[in-house]
């Protein structure tokens, strides 16, 4: 619709111009890397018109092109979730390829066919590749061995790749995690990240160093620098010199940078007690994702980070001689995959919240302001008058403590509501549940929302991440999965509804993954407060779960609802939605994808099989060829058509 005209129209009624097609419009780059011999930039964009397949693209000369054909995906199987599946050095690429399991070499300038460096054996996975130094037929590696497909057979290690001859040769063995290899500028030495089960790596994990033979191909020397099992979190390893390496720790209940000292083993603080940015921000986010890149070292004397604070990135400069700190002012607010590009620039990707995802070029001015150029610009752009913005909230829980929220309020320049009423509300519950947050970052989904007359509630209940260790881990969230999570979004809702900014007599739950599971639970334990709910492979049955998904989360629950479903079967039967069906009254959306391996399309089966037996309310919807969330440019938009459909029919909302 496009007039001067406003019409008065029930809000939820409201026509659009933001359809299905733009949320799945261009691509999403996934990974930067930057080729540090010849200063070109590459991505690994994923498209959802091409079935989701991951397609390395190169950036020169103003120009952008794709490094090879149809047949190939850039994408690490690696804990499932993937990432860092591309290395490029000297115009020559590595890269995981999803289907083949293999790791591939591509000469990019010479338009080879990408040729096969490791064995011929599927079972085998590959990420977080770096190529070294001087001997660039060697790359180190996150190897994970499905050989034996239980979880408790999986087994993970580090190994060395020699890409002409195929062969492995293992480094490291005997943790159950390795991630962020990374290379010692001389090659001599070399840094990785490992933990064990029952933690996950935003909970405890030790950074290690050793010197490394190219000859014997082995490492000696083995030292831990950081990081403590249980209780203190380290990652993103960086030498700034052969002999000092940089890294981020949680120790002081807030991801912050140290600085480690191979002549004196000692590391110190980059961030001091008191320094005003010493609390309330983080300078990373929680590893759910091989690659992480919060900060890049220019040089030895300069190094930007991204940091997080109430919810929006910011940039900084830190100079490691003289101890100094600059800000650096930009309009974007989520900042990822921080990259040297030359010793004054940086390219990562970044959203405002006015816009969507952008590659974008940062070159440092004077050392006080940025030059910004976007090298791939946001896919679509929304018009002002239909801009929902991003509203940062800290609410309190109903124990009193902080509860951290986003609201976008219905906005379309054409339409107002009549006076005297409300919007309905969707509430969005990420997942995770711990170590992910929701952040003021513009993306479209909420947009498809908001523009035709909705509220939009995104909770980051207890668990959530950018506020600290404490509100991340066991201060709030573990021993009380399912109760906190759920409490905070019934909080966040009262609270809004109080404030009169949305109608609390008429909002929908949502959410995928753990954030069905909050879904599942809120409907649960609270019958009457939502009139709708979506779950998206959401989780029902905890000790099915528990035995079922895959290796990387396979013990997460523990800590979550406080032992083992072997310690605690109360718990565990007491907070699954699937033994509570008879207290849901709300309709139910399930969606869930059949190649699942996070949460298996049972999990699905085993609510919807519940609620119909009991004569309740559930649509569900099953999408073959889809995994742990939609890929392909038909499912999202069929996804995300069922769903506003949904709560159309339920709410009583004619357009």
Same mark, same amino acid.
């Given at each position: ?64 092109? %794709? ?266 607010? %989520? ?62 829980? %109903? ?257």
């Amino acid at each position: 619709m496009t007039s001067n005209h406003v019409v008065t129209a029930p809000y939820g009624t409201w026509k659009s111009d933001i359809s299905p097609d733009v949320l799945i419009q261009g691509a999403s780059t996934n990974e930067v890397v930057i080729d540090q011999e010849t200063g070109i930039v590459y991505t690994i964009e994923s498209r959802p018109s091409e079935g989701g397949r991951c397609v390395l693209v190169q950036y020169k000369d103003g120009k952008r092109r %794709d490094v090879f054909g149809k047949d190939w995906s850039a994408r690490s199987g690696v804990h499932e979730y993937g990432g860092a599946a591309l290395a490029v050095r000297a115009g020559v690429a590595f890269f995981s390829d999803f289907a083949k399991k293999r790791l591939h070499r591509v000469r990019i300038d010479e338009g080879d066919t990408p040729e096969p460096v490791t064995p011929d054996d599927a079972n085998l996975r590959y990420g977080d590749f770096q190529v070294h130094p001087t001997s660039t037929h060697l790359l180190v590696s996150i190897l994970e061995d499905h050989t034996k497909p239980a979880p408790e057979d999986v087994v993970n290690s580090l190994v060395l790749v020699d890409s002409d001859s195929q062969k492995l040769s293992t480094l490291r063995s005997g943790s159950d995690f390795y991630t962020s290899p990374q290379w010692s500028p001389s090659g001599l030495k070399l840094a990785w990240i490992e933990w064990n089960h029952p933690d996950m790596p935003w909970e405890g994990t030790q950074l290690y160093i050793a010197s490394f033979s190219i000859e014997a191909r082995l490492l000696s020397n083995v030292i831990r620098v950081a990081g403590k099992a249980g209780s203190v979190s380290v990652q993103q390893p960086a030498w700034l010199t052969d002999d000092k390496l940089l890294y981020l720790s949680d120790e002081s209940g807030f991801y912050a940078p140290y600085l480690f000292e191979t002549k004196t083993s000692s590391s110190t603080a980059l961030v001091p007690a008191g320094h005003d940015l010493a609390s309330g921000g983080e300078f990373a986010e929680p590893q759910w994702k091989l690659g992480s890149a919060t900060y890049a070292v220019l040089s030895a004397e300069s190094v930007i980070f991204a940091r997080t604070f109430q919810g929006f990135s910011q940039l900084w400069l830190y100079s490691p001689s003289s101890n100094n700190w600059t800000h650096l002012p930009c309009d974007y607010v %989520d900042i990822e995959a921080v990259k040297r590009l030359d010793s004054q620039c940086i390219v990562f990707r970044g959203w405002k919240a006015d816009s969507a995802l952008a590659v974008v070029k940062a070159e440092l001015l004077n050392g006080v302001q940025l030059q910004i150029e976007e090298l791939q610009p946001p896919s679509g752009a929304i018009d002002p008058g239909h801009l929902s913005r991003p509203q940062g909230m800290t609410l309190l829980s %109903d124990s009193g403590e902080p509860l951290h929220v986003i609201y976008q309020p219905p906005s379309n320049k054409n339409f107002v509501a009549p006076e005297g009423t409300l919007p309905p509300c969707i509430v969005h519950a990420h997942g995770g549940p711990t170590g992910v947050r929701v952040s003021a970052a513009f993306t479209w989904l909420p947009q498809y929302f908001t523009n035709r007359g909705w509220a939009w509630l995104a909770v980051n209940y207890g668990g959530s991440s950018g506020y600290g260790r404490a509100y991340r881990t066991s201060d709030r969230l573990n021993g009380k999965w399912g109760l906190v999570d759920v409490n905070d979004c019934v909080e966040a809702v009262k609270q809004l509804g109080k404030q009169g900014l949305i109608d609390p007599s008429r909002v929908a739950i949502r959410g995928g993954s753990a954030g069905g599971y909050t879904v599942l639970q809120s409907v649960v334990s609270f019958p009457d407060m939502f009139a709708a709910a979506t779950s998206s492979f959401g989780i029902s049955d905890l000790v099915a779960i528990a035995a079922d998904t895959h290796k990387f989360e396979s013990q997460q629950a523990f800590k979550l609802l406080g032992g083992t479903p072997d310690q605690v079967p109360a718990v565990y039967k007491d907070r699954s939605p699937v033994h509570h069906a008879d207290k849901i009254k709300t309709p139910l959306l399930i969606l869930q994808g059949l190649q699942d391996a996070v949460v298996p399309p049972a999990q699905a089966q085993l609510i919807v099989n519940a609620v119909q037996q009991r004569g309740g309310i559930v649509k569900y919807i099953a999408f073959d060829g889809e995994g742990h969330g939609w890929r392909k440019a038909e499912n999202i938009k069929r996804a995300l058509v069922e769903e506003l459909t949904f709560y159309e029919d339920v709410f009583g909302i004619k357009g």
